[in-house]
């Protein structure tokens, strides 16, 4: 399964509509998987308007190709707003925690992939933690967004130790980061 995951994130993407950062990248990474990966369980900032409207969109694209689509988007608060201090945002990762952990467990994926907003740490950590207690083991696949070239995101800098598989898209992130995978530009 994992050597058609890096056959599918290397798939060559024509350009698309999609405009916006994250939502973005995630939605162009799960273009290129195959059908197998489903259901889909996108998970998104409670405030977070445009990203459920371009998943809807994108959703309904591939529903001409699945005779059936198995989607849902769940909804946590945001960890970490732009700007927000250090101190504060502990406090509200602590918050978007309480909320990805029974989300986690009702749902157990068998992977999450992820790309850098704040809201999938908690996320990740809650599958993790399936792992550590015996009840699942959840792949972390976290892909670095194409923007970030010398320095990793802080969502990065969290994950780098606790992923199981991190790509990166710039050489220069693989020669500092050794773990990391580099395929080129996979989005």
């Known amino acids: 399964m994992l050597t058609s995951m890096y056959n599918d994130i290397r798939c060559s993407l024509p350009p698309q509509i999609f405009t916006g950062g994250h939502t973005t990248e995630i939605l162009r990474l799960m273009e290129c998987l195959s059908a197998a990966y489903k259901p889909r369980h996108y998970v998104i900032a409670d405030t977070d308007r445009m990203s459920e409207e371009k998943i809807c969109t994108f959703e309904s694209s591939k529903q001409h190709s699945d005779s059936e689509s198995q989607f849902t988007i769940c909804r946590i608060p945001r960890s ?45 950590v809650a599958g993790l933690l399936l792992g550590i207690l015996g009840m699942k083991k959840v792949l972390i696949v976290y892909v670095e967004s194409i923007c970030r070239v010398h320095t990793l995101s802080l969502t990065g800098k969290i994950l780098y130790p606790i ?24 989005v």
């Not at 602590?94 to 999938?120: E, H, I, K, Q």
């Not at 500092?176 to 995978?181: A, C, E, G, N, R």
């Open 80 to 124: 970490r707003e732009v700007h927000q201090s250090w101190s504060s945002s502990v406090v509200s990762s602590l918050n978007a925690l309480r909320y990805s952990l029974p989300l986690v467990f009702r749902l157990r994926p068998d992977m999450v992939l992820c790309n850098g907003p704040g809201t999938c740490v908690p996320v990740c």
């Open 163 to 186: 992923s199981h598989f991190f790509f990166v898209q710039w050489s220069s992130l693989r020669n500092k980061y050794p773990k990391s995978i580099f395929l080129g530009r996979i």
